[in-house]
């Protein structure tokens, strides 16, 4: 039972263009979502999050939105750069509890 | 202030072996938390840990696995007469609280080899 999906397993833009990298939930009883950038052999790096209070947050180039009817959020990269490409891991949070559910990933491929 | 550290990075069993895998959380997290993440795919949850406590360990396979974060030293996974289906990256992340919103902070990971 995948609670968390990312359909989209690659995405290709171009320099300066805007990357939107797309999350679906299941479970209502998410309170928090947040963002992972993952670099090969490397750990994921936090990026942004979001509570389920709110329906958008942002940090730079980097905005989260969460629209909780359609239980998806999204995050968009603007301007995109090539050291952002990456796999992209949205996480969601269930109420008290301090574990995460992941989606599969996303990877972006920023081209120069 | 150093991050979630793990070791080995790189850790080669036999089948039938003994895998024990560690993580130092940053200083000043009392929470722990186990991920592995299959080939191919995205990371799983497999326990929940505080200083001599499981939490939550509902990610755990039922058989092999188990997982300590003693009143000193570092959390470990340790993973018992290992199988080539146990091949995966292990990753250890930390936090300071479990109820706030506080985002978890990942180790480079162990990456577990079983031939």
């Known amino acids: 039972d995948q609670q968390v999906k990312q359909n989209s397993p690659s995405l290709s833009v171009q320099e300066g263009r805007i990357s939107i990298l797309n999350c679906d939930y299941t479970n209502s009883m998410f309170d928090y979502f947040l963002w992972y950038k993952k670099y090969p052999a490397e750990g994921p790096t936090f990026l942004i999050s979001i509570s389920s209070i709110k329906d958008k947050n942002e940090d730079g180039r980097f905005t989260v939105f969460l629209n909780k009817s359609a239980k998806h959020l999204s995050l968009h990269i603007v301007p995109s750069q090539p050291g952002d490409s990456a796999v992209y891991f949205c996480a969601a949070r269930p109420s008290n509890t301090g574990k995460l559910i992941f989606g599969q990933g996303t990877t972006l491929q920023v081209k120069p | 202030n150093a991050g979630v550290m793990q070791n080995p990075r790189h850790l080669v069993r036999r089948r039938g072996q003994e895998a024990r895998l560690r993580c130092s959380p940053m200083?000043?997290?009392?929470?722990v938390y186990w991920y592995r993440q299959l080939p191919e795919e995205g990371l799983k949850f497999m326990v929940y840990l505080q200083k001599e406590n499981i939490i939550d360990e509902s990610g755990m396979p039922k058989e092999r696995f188990s997982a300590e974060f003693p009143k000193e030293g570092p959390s470990i996974l340790r993973i018992q007469q290992v199988v080539r289906g146990d091949s995966a990256a292990y990753f250890c992340?930390?936090?300071?609280?479990?109820?706030?919103?506080?985002?978890?902070?990942f180790g480079q990971g162990t990456r577990l080899t079983v031939v």
């Open positions: 992340a930390s936090s300071p609280l479990d109820s706030e919103n506080t985002e978890a902070f």
């Open positions: 200083k000043g997290h009392s929470h």
